[in-house]
């Protein structure tokens, strides 16, 4: 069955640079890669997903990337803010799975003033 | 519209006892899944709930049982409460937009087990 990796568990990054958050997959089948932020107290926010038709995706400071070949994804955070600091999930599933959703193990990111 | 909504918020329960959990979706989602969540753990896939049927399960003992109503409203009950079932339960609906399904979370219900 799929498997998906995620790291750093932890990322602490100053207040205006940007941070990078890989994810890896073993099922070739995956086509639907959701990103989800998880601030403290509140259930998880679907903030960005990417389909396997497309290898980049942007919206405003957050971008995903998805390698195919290297069966990799990673998302982007540029000129990160305080309200970035939360945890991230990546997920990832296809059809083949009965759409159910993999998760990677989450990373905490901190955004240092 | 109305976010995913679950009841209650917060509950306190002793061990050995059993207990029920809330999930209403969005309107118009007949995907509803649950998750547990413990302290510096990742998402733990319980079950989803599609029309009704049980479509996924993830790995969890028997203790751990769901349904889902005409409404596409959910419950899920654990029996014989253990010390280590004090966690977050998140409930998730989701959408089947363009051949793939996102899944909008609750804020959880937050379970501890004394």
């Known amino acids: 069955g799929e498997n998906v990796e995620q790291h750093p568990s932890t990322l602490s990054v100053q207040e205006g640079d940007s941070a990078v958050i890989k994810c890896t997959y073993s099922?070739?089948?995956?086509?639907?890669f959701p990103w989800y932020k998880q601030e403290l107290g509140k259930g998880p926010q679907l903030i960005i997903d990417i389909r396997s038709n497309v290898g980049e995706k942007k919206d405003q400071r957050i971008a995903v990337t998805l390698n195919k070949t290297a069966k990799h994804f990673s998302l982007h955070i540029t000129e990160t803010q305080p309200e970035d600091s939360a945890v991230y999930f990546c997920a990832a599933t296809s059809r083949d799975s009965n759409y159910q959703l993999i998760w990677g193990a989450g990373t905490k990111l901190i955004i240092k003033p | 519209k109305a976010g995913v909504t679950q009841t209650p918020r917060y509950l306190i329960k002793t061990r050995g006892q059993q207990v029920t959990l809330s999930c209403s979706p969005i309107?118009?989602?007949?995907?509803v899944s649950w998750y547990q969540q413990t302290p510096g753990q990742g998402l733990q896939f319980l079950f989803e709930?599609?029309?009704?049927?049980?479509?996924n399960k993830g790995n969890f003992p028997g203790r751990f049982s769901g349904r889902q109503f005409s409404n596409s409203r959910s419950e899920m009950n654990v029996s014989t409460l253990e010390l280590g079932d004090s966690a977050l339960y998140l409930c998730?609906?989701?959408?089947?937009?363009?051949?793939?399904?996102?899944?909008?979370f609750g804020p959880g219900t937050r379970l501890t087990v004394t």
């Open positions: 998730a609906s989701s959408l089947f937009s363009g051949g793939f399904y996102e899944q909008y």
């Open positions: 709930y599609f029309s009704e049927t049980q479509r």
């Open positions: 309107s118009g989602h007949r995907s």
């Open positions: 099922d070739s089948a995956s086509n639907y």
